[in-house]
């Protein structure tokens, strides 16, 4: 398995650790729910060194890119991050990523651990001019997330930086925090306020320890996958490979105001507009079980005698205490409030429609 610049930490913490997509990654260390709720009512420290960097740079950057996602980076200015997702010719999706620009015609590709080869091979695949330069950076990052209420407060006693003025989706290159030069963004995957910081790789662990000491009184917990994953979950926030696809399109997936058919053409483009003019044959919606049992990946929804679609993603949301899913099913059976069956084990467990996200702060 492939190692972060944080796998002794984990270790000496006591993490658990898991292969995560071919990464040694720490699935917990004292425990999901506890680690869940830490980030919920203070503050947690995920080591994401596993997400996959790409930059792009050169004349026509931004041209290039806007042919290659969904949403709009037109109006972009240094500084600020943009989330889209990436599709296929069929409208499926190649990957959602974070796209941040780093300067003019300089941008930084932010992709899933699990897709990091696949889209790079993608992008360069599908440019066939010269002045672009398309580079895997992934190795040269370490890339810590803090996430909760508490980030501001905890983060602010180590960088001389006004974390206030850095606002939602916008970010400061090369701030002073702990003693390291870092890229700092107010973006994250729990549902809450928080930062990513990217580092040299070398300087990741130096970072981590200064974090969690500057936290260590306001009761900062270092966190692992499993929470993160609860944590996105309740949010309502997409896992590729679970809620997105190569056979599920962001349209289908609820992400419609991240693809923007006025901007001009793009891979994927004619489908997607269909499926917004007409609606989509099928949709990704919240579920609550009304009977005992917990919806799981890949179990099968029913509803008048017949099959409707899948649980995408499901369990038992920490904070709200009820167990809950997203599915993808038939348009015909998603509005809200609808009774369907979820296919549990060879018994069929009544749940109804519900809105999301489950939980917003």
């Not at 905890?154 to 974390?163: F, N, S, V």
Request: proline share 4%; hydrophobic share 35%.
């Amino acid at each position: 398995m492939k190692r972060t610049p944080l796998y002794e930490i984990h270790r000496e913490l006591g993490g658990k650790i898991i292969d995560f997509g071919g990464w040694a990654l720490p699935v917990q260390y004292t425990g999901i729910i506890k680690e869940h709720n830490g980030v919920r009512t203070c503050a947690g420290l995920f080591d994401v060194s596993h997400m996959g960097e790409i930059l792009i740079t050169g004349n026509g950057a931004e041209e290039y890119i806007q042919k290659m996602v969904t949403n709009d980076i037109s109006k972009m200015v240094e500084g600020r991050v943009v989330y889209s997702p990436m599709c296929y010719e069929n409208g499926g999706t190649v990957d959602d990523l974070l796209i941040y620009k780093m300067g003019e015609e300089s941008y930084l590709l932010v992709v899933n651990a699990s897709n990091t080869q696949k889209d790079f091979e993608w992008l360069k695949d599908n440019y066939h001019g010269h002045d672009l330069s398309i580079r895997d950076v992934s190795e040269s990052y370490g890339l810590l997330a803090i996430q909760g209420p508490a980030s501001q407060k905890i983060l602010q006693k180590i960088t001389p930086e006004p974390l206030e003025g850095i606002r939602f989706f916008r970010f400061l290159q090369d701030i002073d925090v702990g003693g390291v030069k870092a890229l700092v963004s107010r973006t994250g995957y729990t549902g809450e306020d928080g930062f990513e910081l990217y580092v040299p790789a070398h300087e990741a662990a130096r970072l981590w320890k200064e974090i969690l000491d500057a936290g260590a009184q306001e009761g900062l917990v270092p966190a692992g996958l499993g929470a993160r994953d609860t944590l996105r979950f309740e949010a309502a926030l997409p896992l590729y490979g679970q809620e997105l696809t190569p056979e599920i399109t962001p349209v289908e997936a609820g992400l419609g105001r991240f693809v923007k058919p006025n901007k001009g053409d793009f891979i994927g483009r004619d489908v997607l507009i269909e499926q917004m003019e007409a609606g989509p044959n099928r949709k990704l919606v919240g579920l609550e079980m009304l009977d005992r049992g917990i919806p799981r990946t890949g179990y099968g929804v029913e509803a008048d005698g017949k099959d409707i679609g899948f649980v995408t993603s499901g369990g038992m949301a920490p904070t709200l205490r009820k167990s809950l899913g997203l599915a993808l099913i038939d348009r015909d059976y998603s509005n809200l409030g609808t009774e369907i069956l979820i296919e549990m084990r060879g018994r069929a467990q009544k749940a109804k429609v519900i809105d999301t996200p489950f939980y917003s702060k």
